[in-house]
């Protein structure tokens, strides 16, 4: 969702920035990022802990999350949020096709739907769907949000769904699902070099591109 089809300044990971550094650590926004994008956010926590700082500690992990959910809830509050970069002309493209437009994020439901709300989306207009961190026992890059999806919208075929996402996380997500397609797009957290490390089908600038790839 967010760097997707969200614009926010990824302010979601400099405040996970921030409250892991508040524990103690230096990590930059780069390292954050790299190990952190896509993912449910207690697991990014812990990841990135793991990974340069050879800490695992649940007790820790659960001060930093707690503390990165207020945080960013007040972040929210204040920082401007946009759609991204034609998000709402191509959902419009999109159900004009009779194409389901469902969103699915590593935030937990409170915080995904205070963004969807601070935009006026609404599941109906101009979103079909939204699943949550929460609303499934696995997160990415296990397939549960869009199975979770797909069974809500009574879509057995996996083929026909495609799954776009700003992380190497999302893509990964989309073929363990056996989407049709697995799509990166460079406006969020990774780069064109991120994103190949897990072969997406394609790569996208601007979520315009999208009705193009689609046909």
């Avoid at 302010?11 to 993912?39: C, H, M, P, R």
């Avoid at 926590?45 to 695992?56: C, D, G, P, Q």
């Avoid at 590593?106 to 963004?115: E, K, L, V, W």
Wanted: aromatic share 6%; proline share 3%; with cysteine.
């Amino acid at each position: 969702m967010a760097g997707t089809t969200v614009n926010e300044n990824n302010v979601v990971y400099k405040t996970l920035q921030k409250a892991i550094n508040e524990a103690g650590f230096d990590f930059s926004l780069e390292q954050v990022l790299a190990e952190g994008a896509g993912k449910e956010k207690r697991q990014a926590i812990e990841t990135i802990l793991s990974v340069y700082a050879n800490v695992a500690d649940a007790e820790l992990t659960t001060r930093i999350y707690d503390s990165f959910i207020v945080q960013l809830t007040e972040a929210y509050t204040k920082e401007e949020i946009l759609p991204q970069n034609n998000a709402v002309e191509v959902f419009a493209e999109l159900k004009r096709r009779s194409i389901l437009v469902v969103l699915n994020t590593g935030y937990d439901r409170a915080t995904a739907q205070s963004i969807v709300d601070k935009l006026g989306w609404k599941e109906g207009d101009p979103i079909d769907g939204l699943v949550t961190a929460s609303d499934v026992p696995r997160n990415r890059p296990n397939p549960d949000m869009i199975q979770f999806a797909m069974q809500r919208f009574g879509i057995t075929d996996s083929t026909a769904v495609a799954k776009v996402g700003d992380s190497a996380i999302d893509i990964e997500e989309g073929k363990n699902a056996g989407c049709g397609l697995s799509i990166g797009i460079t406006t969020g957290a990774h780069t064109v070099e991120q994103l190949q490390v897990a072969k997406p089908d394609y790569i996208i600038r601007d979520l315009g591109e999208l009705v193009g790839v689609l046909g």
